[in-house]
């Protein structure tokens, strides 16, 4: 028998929060098909029990996926829940409150194993004051985090060479590598205070002068750790389908680009429903 794989759902759109009705009846018929963003060929991908090792759900806003959780029982889930905090470039992800909530529930009913938090991305723009970014809140999310049991959150600065940002209204800023460095190190030392690690995805040149202190090169998702919380082995190799500098597991994702999301995020790089 083939091994099992994870399900990405999905780095294309947040199918938790818009598309949680068509998630549900693809996994009720056993398979979805699934369009490649590249050469737009469409080829049917196995669905059922028997071919998912588990599904890793990303999502700024889980609520109308939760109120149907047990439409996906019997499948080993896990929460990719991006908590970040700026209402000028998520203007339509609920508020910080809500969100907290929603990481109550799912802590609840899930436990902490299963929740996968990212501070994702560290933005940095220009405003009528100069150069801002969207940390306001990193400290308040920590502890929230850290209270709860939760010792590693995942993060990672913006990419800001995707064409599609153009046309936002928003002039983005990259800081220089040793800007960069030293903002790690800064949000380090504070994640510290709480026992929280921060861990780098796609950003390894942090690293070249040497290690940072609460600072690990990292994933989003790691079949390893997948595996273990699981109990059951998957495929552990790189996903060749990612950036060079992406270290993730290999995963099979159902989402698509033309499924627009609607938290109209201005950093975002798939394809925003914008105000």
């Not at 889930?77 to 529930?105: A, C, K, W, Y």
């Not at 800023?173 to 929280?196: F, M, N, S, T, W």
Request: charge should be neutral.
């Amino acid at each position: 028998m083939d091994e099992k794989i994870i399900i990405s759902a999905s780095r294309r759109t947040d199918i938790p929060a818009f598309y949680s009705d068509w998630l549900i009846e693809q996994l009720n018929r056993g398979f979805a098909e699934v369009t490649n963003p590249y050469n737009h060929t469409v080829y049917s991908l196995p669905l059922s029990r028997a071919s998912v090792h588990s599904i890793v759900l990303w999502s700024k806003d889980f609520s109308p996926l939760l109120k149907r959780i047990d439409a996906l029982k019997g499948y080993e889930l896990f929460f990719m829940f991006t908590i970040n905090d700026s209402g000028f470039l998520e203007p339509r992800v609920p508020s910080l409150h809500n969100r907290f909530e929603q990481f109550d529930s799912i802590m609840e009913k899930f436990g902490k194993e299963r929740l996968l938090i990212r501070f994702d991305p560290i933005v940095h723009w220009r405003d009528e004051s100069g150069i801002t970014n969207n940390l306001a809140s990193f400290e308040k999310i920590i502890k929230k985090m850290a209270g709860t049991g939760i010792s590693q959150v995942k993060t990672s600065f913006m990419n800001t060479q995707y064409r599609k940002l153009s046309g936002r209204g928003v002039t983005f800023i990259d800081p220089p590598v040793q800007r960069k460095i030293e903002i790690a190190h800064e949000l380090g030392e504070i994640a510290c205070r709480y026992d929280v690690v921060l861990q780098f995805c796609c950003n390894d040149y942090l690293f070249e002068d040497g290690e940072i202190p609460n600072i690990e090169r990292s994933c989003c998702i790691d079949g390893e750790y997948i595996s273990r919380v699981v109990g059951e082995p998957t495929i552990v190799k790189k996903d060749p389908s990612q950036r060079k500098t992406c270290q993730c597991t290999y995963s099979r994702d159902i989402g698509d680009y033309a499924q627009r999301c609607r938290h109209s995020c201005l950093y975002c790089y798939a394809n925003p429903d914008m105000i």
